[in-house]
């Protein structure tokens, strides 16, 4: 009790924190409806608008209202931006209509908020709340025959204390529930019996036990899943604790009378077929049992019964026979024109397998025969179907049925077929999602409407129908039609309708169950999408293998917004989750769109495994789940008062395919335009509508011309002829989404419309004219350019010829501005790559390639490969050995990043790659690079291509090639990466090291600095000093920034090298790179010798400055920086003084004398110190 109570507080304490977050100052808040619209809150919102000066209406948590609104009678548009016009806010607030949906957190803060307003009633600035009741379908405190409410509030100001006092007295017995429902003497605590064993039931155990009123969800039999789920849910045990593994009548009974079940549901149609509701309602009339009778699941059990239904009650749907005669059903077949494609069905229950897709007439008597006599599904086919073939998409339209009415779900659309591309065979289903984008709000209520009926229907017959209705559509050319029905929630489906119920499902059940689904408001999420994918067994729907274990579960399970849903699943004695089924896991991911949603399911699937004791992988599933919904046409809307001729361009490029679009209505002021008769050439499946204006204001005939272009789900509007002014209210709504042409190249003759505008471009005698598509806006003609056609304007032209000229433009324009906005082929452009900047870089850095130019190669760029001579370079192929290193410049680069100073990271990128040519003796002969960058900038690029250019200098080799990768996916803005690769020649008994042994002098050349390793180290330590990059160098005062001093380049050691490898006075060569002078020595020493460093240099100030900051020992130094010697020449004793001078030529003024190669003993170091770092 105090645990509750204690999270009811902190839930009150959390609500009333966020109160302010809800104040809006539109003049009317509409505040927690979901999905409902109830007629009398739209008549008064109406009137608030028309008769009483409101402007802005804010939604919160009612995201219908805003379509239902636009429709006859109350044609109002949502203006959210408005601010306050009036002095009082009005605030329209929706009781709730359950407990459950009041304990909701979203619920509770809307409480809150109402609460906080009703207390605040003396301050001016507090809204007018006025508390809806649904059940009653009135206003609490408010005498429902007032024609004029708010006028009858304001001449009545006693009553905003009675409207107040009927709201907060509702809340009251509201929380007084809610108080009986914390206490545990007097809180409902039910247990549900859940009949099943698949993915479906494991998505409908974890809905139910979200409910508060739930105890106990027991799946009889269960799977592996929903026995690990723990919490509430379990799997039913017999009187001894052992499993139960049947669902038959006897074994429900039995497990609903022992454990006092308050609610038995039933998952799949066997039980249902077979009659378990009607035995329970015989043996445990106080149970609810949610599904069907045996006489209502007849709707699944038999499709020959539903087929008759159907044509019955006026339902569409496909033209069919039902036969009991096999001759006979071949007779029918062979009556038919070849041409016509038929279906072939068994009628009775065939686990979702007897539906046969012949294409020929041929192949449909095999069918027949196969089903009828060769009795592919047994008694199932003793009846068979025979139905003509329809086309279009498929939906899945499920819908909570009470025995009177149904309340259709959000559309899914499933994934029948096994393999990608809907190719393999049918399966109960690899994927699913919704709601599906296909389903436009006015199908969605054409298509409930159906149910609604069939209810009505079945009831009329005396079989109410209770539990979940799923009726299969084909949203065929001519509408919606009915292909089946099935007496239960779908599999996938389930999987993604659920997650996105937002009312408590235990209630909704209940109320199914009651006979008063008309008392709950079932909401769904909104702006929420969800995706599921399948994971079955290879091989499945055909023999596939089972046992295997299943890997990354909790992996899948924390990805962000993911459920796994267990379906042929099972626990072993040790725990381990494995396969016992075909399909054995639904992963569903949710988002706030489709493409985020399949995004998380995809992310989650790729943690999971199926492998056999050999470790190969026995999972498959589609890789392609919603590819069509996330690349649907574009949804197109015209409005036209005209012949509309400029559509006819659209038209043809949309029956071509040319235009990855679709029209899906066409409205006009005009009854007889001719626009109208080319809406109808389309189908009826394509709104066609006359919308009058009579007596009506611009905003409202524009809110329902809006009203008839939502119900037909259009994305983008045309404007086609279209001669009316188009209200404020409409150009907001459609904003960005709305174009229209005009026949003149705006901005020149805005405002004028057909010939005088043609007339306009004579008389100024123009050169030019054309047309514009542009956006519409309030501006007249005002609105951004989208595409411009242009024509010539001749001398001889008259306003008329002009028009023709232009009027021609105009439907290309059209395309190409759709083109725009659906286009499917996406350019590297459209991907963040721009080909005309990396064409520019080529021309703006090829001067400077050009100096690197040297005896070889002449350093020319744009070809597809770097050419380079060899003889004339000096080397004899049969002699010489080619050698080749590439490296990067590391970490160094994020300072360059930082003070945007870009070119001496090119000067690096070479250094580390001829320095290391150097050591092995070869000759630097030419330089690649590559250049990856998130976005490519022109100017930064070039900038480090010269410092490569220059590099080359430096080192005597040609640029002769490279590469500029632009990759957005990749790299951050601003982000670039390098990589060099380097080629150098050597003879071939020239290879450096040779002949290095004890007596051997070391000579140190000294570095320019830090160079190009240990930046990781280095950064730290700059952050750890209280530095930035633009700070004054505190090791030189000299240097400038820090930044300047740290991108000091890389010293390139190869033009004083040269001169001693070509008087082989070298016997070996160290370039100190990352790990020092400990690590990078011994790779040119045999194991044999050591060398003793007897004259290392003082510390250079920048290493002095690192080794205070960082307190790093003199070990440490040495085997991270280079401590101020980049290069150690191995040298012949009796050599050492001409090579000193050779050094001193090439312009080394310094050079150290490090010290001697001594012999090794055993296991020592090959690398003593016998000095210490300054």
Partial sequence: YQSRCSGWLWHIITCTIIVYTMNSKADILLVGFGGSTPAPVLELVSQAVSKHGYRSIQPLRSQNFEYELLKAPYRTFLNTAAGNTTDTQLIIYNLPSSLTEYLS????????????????GSNASAGQVIAFDVSSNSFLGLDSSSSDIIDFIKTNPSLSGSLACATLAALSALDSKATEQLLPMTAQSDTVVLIGSGGREHAL???????????????????????????????????????ISKQDNDTVMELVKRVNAKMVVVGPEQ??????????????????VFGPSKAGAELEASKAFTKDFLQQHGIPTAKYQNFTSADEAIAYVKSLDPNDRQVVKASGLAAGKGVLLPTTQEETIEAVKEIMSDKAFGAA????????????????????????????????????????????????????????????????????????????????????????????????????????????????????????????????????????????????????????????????????????????????????????????????????????????????????????????????????????SNGDSLMHYRTDIAKGAIRKKLRIGVMGSTRGTALLPVMEAIATGSLHAEIVAVVSNRSKALILEKGKSLGVT?????????????????????????????????????????????CDYWAGRCINVHPSLLPKHAGGMDLEVHQAVI????????????????????????????????????????KSKVQALEGVAFIEA?????????????????????????????????????????????????????????????????????????????????????????????????????????????????????????????????????????AGCGLIGGETAEMPSMYAPGDYDLAGFSVGAVHKDKVLPQNVSAGDVLLGLPSSGVHSNGFSLVRKLVEKANLDYESACPWDKNAGTVGDSLLTPTKIYVKCCLPLLKK?????????????????????????????????????????????????????????????????????????????TLLREAGEDVVYDLGVLTERQGDEEQVEMKCSLA
């Avoid at 039980?271 to 609810?288: N, Y």
């Avoid at 499902?505 to 702006?527: H, P, Q, W």
């Avoid at 090829?846 to 370079?873: H, I, Q, Y």
């Fill in 763 to 802: 008389d100024a005698k123009e050169t030019e004219s054309g047309c514009t598509i542009h956006e519409v806006t309030e501006e007249v003609d005002g609105g951004p350019i989208v595409i411009q056609k242009v024509v010539k304007v001749d001398d001889s032209d008259t306003a008329e010829s002009l």
């Fill in 105 to 120: 957190e979203a619920s509770q803060k809307e409480a809150s908020f109402i609460r906080s307003t009703l207390f605040a």
């Fill in 205 to 243: 155990a974890v809905a139910l036990a979200q409910s508060p009123l739930v105890k106990e969800v027991i799946v009889c039999p269960g799977n592996g899943g929903t026995k690990a789920e723990g919490g509430k849910i379990s799997n039913a045990v017999d009187s001894d604790g052992n499993p």
């Fill in 1064 to 1140: 082989d006075m070298l016997t070996g060569l160290s370039h100190i790179t990352g790990g020092g002078l400990l690590e990078n020595l011994p790779r040119s020493l045999p194991s044999n010798v050591k060398a003793e460093i007897t004259g290392h240099p003082p510390l250079p100030a920048v290493f002095s400055w690192m080794k205070q900051i960082s307190g790093l020992d003199d070990y440490e130094m040495l085997r991270t920086f280079n401590n101020g010697v980049g290069m150690v020449l191995i040298v012949k004793s009796d050599v050492v003084d001409e090579a000193k």
């Fill in 818 to 954: 759709i083109q725009k906005k659906c286009k499917t082929t996406v350019s590297y452009a459209d991907a963040g790559v721009s080909i005309d900047a990396g064409n520019s870089l080529v021309e703006m850095i090829k001067p400077a390639c050009k100096a690197t130019r040297r005896p070889g190669c002449d350093a020319d760029l744009g070809g597809f490969g770097g050419l380079f001579d060899l003889a004339a370079a000096g080397y004899k192929s049969e002699d010489t050995i080619i050698i080749g290193a590439t490296d990067g410049v590391g970490t160094k680069l994020r300072v360059a990043h930082i003070t945007k100073k870009h070119e001496s990271v090119g000067i690096d990128l070479v250094a580390m790659c001829v320095n290391d040519l150097i050591v092995a003796g070869g000759e630097p002969l030419f330089f690649l690079d590559y250049f990856a960058t998130g976005k490519l900038d022109v100017n930064e690029a070039a900038a480090v291509v010269r410092g490569i250019a220059e590099g080359c200098s430096q």
């Fill in 381 to 612: 086919g003793d009846t068979c179907v025979i139905e003509s073939f329809m086309t279009g998409p498929e939906a899945s339209c499920l819908a909570f049925c009470d025995g009177k009415t149904a309340v259709l779900m959000p559309a899914a659309q499933d994934h029948k077929r096994a393999l990608d591309n809907d190719e393999g065979l049918n399966t109960g289903g690899m994927g699913a999602y919704a709601p599906a984008p296909c389903v436009t709000p006015e199908m969605h209520k054409e298509i409930e409407a159906m149910c609604i009926k069939t209810v009505e229907k079945m009831a009329e017959r005396g079989t109410p129908y209770v539990g979940v209705l799923y009726a299969g559509m084909m949203l065929t050319p001519n509408g919606p039609s009915m292909l089946e029905y099935n007496c239960r929630f779908g599999d996938p489906e389930t999987q993604v309708v659920l997650p996105l119920l937002e009312t408590d499902l235990y209630e909704v059940m209940t109320a199914c169950c009651d006979g008063k689904l008309d008392s709950i408001d079932v909401r769904f999420k909104e702006n929420v999408s969800a995706a599921t994918v399948v994971c079955a067994a290879k091989g499945y729907p055909e023999s596939y293998p089972k046992g295997m274990a299943i890997q990354g579960l909790d992996q899948a399970g924390s990805v962000d917004n993911v459920k796994v849903y267990h379906a042929g699943t099972k626990l072993d004695d040790e725990n381990v989750t494995r396969c016992s089924g075909g399909r054995v896991l639904a992963v569903t991911g949710m988002g706030s769109n489709l493409t985020e949603a399949l995004a998380a399911s995809y992310k989650a699937v790729k943690q999971i495994t199926f492998e056999d």
């Fill in 686 to 730: 394509v709104t066609t509508q006359f919308v009058s204006s009579k007596g009506l204001t611009r905003d409202q005939y524009d809110a329902e011309c809006t009203s008839v272009l939502v119900g037909a789900g259009v994305e983008y509007m045309l404007l086609v002829g279209y001669m009316r002014i188009l209200s404020k209210q409409f």
């Fill in 271 to 288: 039980p249902l077929v077979d009659g378990v509701v009607d035995v329970l309602a015989v043996e445990c009339p106080s149970v609810k």
